[in-house]
């Protein structure tokens, strides 16, 4: 992460990109970064954003350990991350975030280069999600490493940007 090189608004903003995929997912662990972004304000002299920001965190954390014992509380009983609908408007952004890695992935190997470290990594974490996330990182990963594997069965819209970018590469 940025912050540990002392990019601070890089590290936001990767913290936020982070949250733009975590959040409507609901994924069980999106509390740490809650916990980044009260680092960050706080290292920035922040402390009324970095006490919001960390009462977010525990309050999710605290939610998460609930559901891991079977407590799902006012949730419904659903102890599940929500799956990605792209009709949802709150997945909007989370999908543009999965539509950018397919450019970043497309940019890295038409350039020769390796993939950034933040796309990297966010390939590496959609490995923790419900499907089709694992499925849409090995694809595009193994573009990365310089394959051109067959199209995944993957669902609309996923499946239109595999298609796009297997068409770019020619």
Not at 86 to 112: C, S
Not at 132 to 145: C, G
């Amino acid at each position: 992460m940025a912050q540990r090189g002392g990019d601070l608004d890089r590290a936001e903003a990767e913290a936020r990109q982070a949250l733009a995929i975590y959040e409507p997912l609901d994924h069980p662990e999106h509390w740490k970064v809650y916990a980044s972004l009260a680092e960050i304000a706080r290292a920035r002299g922040d402390a009324a954003t970095a006490d919001q920001w960390q009462a977010k965190a525990a309050a999710k954390r605290a939610e998460m350990d609930r559901r891991a014992r079977g407590d799902a509380g006012d949730q419904g009983g659903d102890t599940g991350p929500a799956a990605i609908d792209p009709a949802d408007p709150r997945h909007r952004e989370p999908m543009q975030a999965l539509g950018a890695l397919a450019q970043a992935v497309y940019q890295a190997r038409a350039q020769g280069q390796p993939l950034p470290p933040d796309a990297a990594e966010a390939l590496a974490q959609l490995a923790n999600y419900p499907d089709p996330l694992p499925t849409y990182a090995a694809f595009l990963q193994a573009i990365a490493a310089g394959t051109t594997p067959a199209p995944p069965t993957l669902p609309e819209p996923l499946a239109a940007i595999a298609t796009e970018l297997l068409a770019a590469l020619g």
